[in-house]
């Protein structure tokens, strides 16, 4: 069996999302590799899941084993390493739905939700559906990428509109889809490249 899980970019309108199926036996930092490559991210910054609201919940994370814990200091929250958390101890049943926090800063929340899982075994995630462009990394979070797109959607555009839209690697009269636009298959190679160079490791 494996897991299938919809990713989708909260506040993007219309929405961006992904659906994956991932194997049966997979953490949630392969999984934070696969939602970095279906989403276009580049992996430049930290992450977590959480079990409810972002920050202010249970959270699965990287976990440094050479942190100190002085003890007096009482977590509020417990923290669960995604290098030793499976995927099934979460979503065989136990939760409709968790968020996927990257960069702390920009703020990209993704709602992770789990379907029935397939029959099928998988060796290498792959991507079976998904709408719309990722955002560009380090663009700033959802609204200034929101208003990235607005900006493109101009007929006239001001001098410093222009000269930040050609900062984000976007040529004149060429448009956001054209550029960042979702492929399928484009990702799918993405995926089996980076898994099958992990696994020959």
């Not at 279906?38 to 992996?43: H, I, K």
């Not at 910054?45 to 919940?57: A, C, D, I, K, L």
Request: glycine letters at 6%; hydrophobic letters at 30%.
């Amino acid at each position: 069996m494996s897991h299938k899980l919809k990713i989708t970019l909260e506040g993007s309108d219309p929405k961006i999302y992904r659906t994956v199926v991932v194997p049966e036996k997979f953490t949630f930092h392969e999984l934070h590799y696969v939602i970095q490559n279906v989403m276009n991210w580049e992996n430049y910054h930290m992450y977590q899941f959480n079990v409810g609201r972002p920050y202010s919940s249970d959270s699965i994370k990287l976990i440094d084993g050479q942190r100190e814990d002085f003890g007096f200091f009482q977590k509020r929250y417990k923290e669960y390493d995604a290098g030793e958390t499976f995927l099934s101890d979460f979503f065989n049943g136990q939760y409709k739905k968790l968020t996927y926090v990257y960069d702390f800063g920009d703020d990209w929340f993704h709602t992770i939700t789990p379907f029935k899982k397939p029959m099928e075994e998988v060796l290498i995630p792959k991507c079976i559906n998904g709408e719309n462009a990722a955002p560009i990394e380090d663009c700033g979070g959802i609204w200034d990428f929101n208003e990235i797109l607005e900006i493109l959607g101009k007929k006239r555009k001001t001098a410093e509109e222009k000269e930040m839209i050609e900062s984000y690697g976007i040529p004149k009269g060429v448009t956001y889809d054209q550029v960042y636009g979702f492929n399928i298959d484009k990702v799918n190679e993405k995926l089996t490249k980076f898994f099958q160079s992990e696994n020959s490791m």
